[in-house]
């Protein structure tokens, strides 16, 4: 226990100064890293706070996300992110806010039991696999260690 929890306040201090970074130079001063380590936690937050539907509610590019979760080792996650948008018609969110929000109050219960097969995998693998790739990228993240 204490173990996660001191991955977690590594990552989670890591992410405040890349959100710090970002407010005050824009999104292109971050590096590829910085980047893929943002999108992630921030993921991780909104979906613990309102599961795929909070997903959904953000503009986030699915494809773009999948990818970062597989690039840290959690292909699940990515595969549980295609199969829910592969759920809209055409495999696309609607543009509309509000046609996409009727969509998911239509198909509750899909994206609800994926909901909950997302905040699975995070809870079984997201510190570790994402304290891993910060690891792995001293050139970024070295002044953490």
Known sequence: MKK?????EFIREIFLDIAKKEEKFGEDALSEPERLVGTIWH??????????????E??????????AYEVIGMPEAALILRKAVAKFPNGRTPPSFE???????EHEHFFEALSNEFWKTQERHLARKLA????????TFGEYF
């Open 4 to 8: 996660s929890k001191a991955r977690f």
């Open 43 to 56: 993921v991780y937050g909104i979906v613990g706070n309102g599961g795929l539907f909070y997903f959904f």
């Open 58 to 67: 953000h503009t986030f590019d699915v494809e773009e996300v999948a990818g």
């Open 99 to 105: 046609r996409c929000m009727k969509f998911l109050d």
């Open 132 to 139: 891993a790739y910060i690891r792995q990228h001293p050139e």
